[in-house]
Structure formats: structure tokens, C-alpha cells
């Protein structure tokens, strides 16, 4: 069982917005920034939001993110098929010296 | 190019042991923070290590004790040996670059900006 909560599913057609949303606690959401990967099997995943909203350059500006409190989400805005992947959420834990994860939540195109 | 390439995973029976390697090229191993994360069949990603660039190691406690983060700045590679491995250890392994940040009040952020494709390693039951 992930650290963090995320939803294991998420859907949506063409040109919709979606949300994806991770819950953790004080001890990692709620002390630390949240990244967001996507991930499809066989590949490298991929950096799509670091410090909860920040986007690394050649990530489009469909991707956001947001952090309030223990919880966060990331939206995907004109939804296209190509992001059809998984998705997950990660935050350091101090205690740790290292980050949790969440289960990841696997988002369909229609 | 910034890249990383793992290798070394395989089959190997419980109680075995293995090393991966993650090569790495455009950038030092040494003069960066790497990590370690694991995918084991049908399930998320899992933080297994890191390494700071000045040499301090941690580690998941599924792993600590039985696991070994270490590198090679003349090859320019980071590894994992694996030690006492377990069922459980099934996965694909991946190692990641981390992006250390400092805020003006001192905070650090740390992400993982660059990611290899994995290598596989199953211990059979």
C-alpha cells in the first residue's frame, strides 16, 4: 500500500480537463513540495511537474499543478490521446531522506 | 545528450545476489545526487536509495541492510548491489538523476529530472 492516495482511474475524451488528485499527510505533502511523473510501461517516466507547480521546459502548458495543505492534484487541460499513461505523484519525506509515492492513477483517453 | 542506461538485472534465485549498473552520459554521477526506484509488477514506483553528491547513502527500509548504493566516477556509473534478495524484490529497477534546490530561506527541494528505461530483475518464488 503507497504512502500517498491517488485515484487508480481517470478518464476523459478529447479536448476535456482532467484533475488527478494525491492525498498524504503532514510528514510528506504536508511538509514538502509534490512532482508529478508520467509513466508508460517499458519507458523512461517522465518529470511533468516539480515543486508542486512548476513545469520543466518541453512540458506543455496543458499540465498544472497544485498543492493545498496534505493534498494535490494535477490537471490535464485539451486532454489528447498521447496522454494516455500513468501518473504518478511523489513527495520528499525528511525522515526518509528520500520520497514516497503514490499508487499511481492509469488515465483513458475515450 | 543527457541520458542513463541501466543494465545488469536478471534471474536470480532468492537468497542471490546482483549489481546494476546505470551509465550515465552528459553530465557527472559525481558532482549530482542519483537515485534508485523500483517498479515491481503491477504496482507503483518505490523509492529504493539515493546518494548525495558528497558520498552520504540512505535507503528505503524494505531494502536497508541488504542493499548497496555506490559509484564509479571514473566510469561515470552509478550501482546497486543486491544483496539477500528476496520474492518481493521482482521489479524493474530505474535510476534517476536529482535536482538538489536551495529557496532564499535555505529550504531544499529535491526532484528526479532525468530517468533511465529500466532494467529487470525477477526472483522467482
Known amino acids: 500500500q503507497s504512502v500517498l492516495t491517488q485515484p487508480p482511474s481517470a478518464s476523459g475524451t478529447p479536448g476535456q480537463r482532467v484533475t488527478i488528485s494525491c492525498s498524504g499527510s503532514?510528514?510528506?505533502?504536508?511538509?514538502?513540495?509534490v512532482d508529478w511523473y508520467q509513466h508508460l510501461p517499458g519507458t523512461a517516466p517522465k518529470l511533468l511537474i516539480y515543486?508542486?507547480?512548476q513545469r520543466p521546459s518541453g512540458v506543455p502548458d496543458r499540465f498544472s499543478g497544485s498543492k493545498s495543505g496534505t493534498s494535490a492534484s494535477l490537471a490535464i487541460s485539451g486532454l489528447q490521446s498521447e496522454d494516455e499513461a500513468d501518473y504518478y505523484c511523489?513527495?520528499?519525506?525528511?525522515?526518509?531522506?528520500?520520497?514516497?509515492f503514490g499508487g499511481g492513477t492509469k488515465l483513458t483517453v475515450l | 545528450e543527457v541520458q542513463l542506461v541501466e543494465s545488469g538485472g536478471g534471474l536470480i534465485q532468492p537468497g542471490g545476489s546482483l549489481r546494476l549498473s546505470c551509465a550515465a552520459s552528459?553530465?557527472?554521477?559525481?558532482?549530482?545526487?542519483m537515485s534508485w526506484v523500483r517498479q515491481a509488477p503491477g504496482k507503483g514506483l518505490e523509492w529504493v536509495s539515493i546518494?548525495?553528491?558528497?558520498?552520504?547513502?540512505y535507503y528505503a527500509d524494505s531494502v536497508k541492510g541488504r542493499f548497496t548504493i555506490s559509484r564509479d566516477n571514473s566510469k561515470n556509473t552509478l550501482y546497486l548491489q543486491m544483496n539477500s534478495l528476496r520474492v518481493e524484490d521482482t521489479a524493474v529497477y530505474y535510476c534517476?538523476?536529482?535536482?538538489?534546490?536551495?529557496?532564499?530561506?535555505?529550504?531544499?527541494?529535491?526532484?528526479?529530472?532525468?530517468w533511465g528505461k529500466g532494467t529487470t530483475v525477477t526472483v522467482p518464488s
Open positions: 511523489a513527495a520528499w519525506d525528511d525522515s526518509l531522506n528520500g520520497w514516497v
Open positions: 534517476a538523476r536529482v535536482v538538489k534546490e536551495v529557496d532564499i530561506e535555505n529550504y531544499n527541494y529535491y526532484y528526479m529530472d532525468v
Open positions: 515543486r508542486s507547480n
Open positions: 546518494i548525495y553528491s558528497g558520498g552520504s547513502t
Open positions: 503532514s510528514s510528506n505533502i504536508g511538509s514538502n513540495t
Open positions: 552528459g553530465f557527472t554521477v559525481s558532482g549530482n545526487y
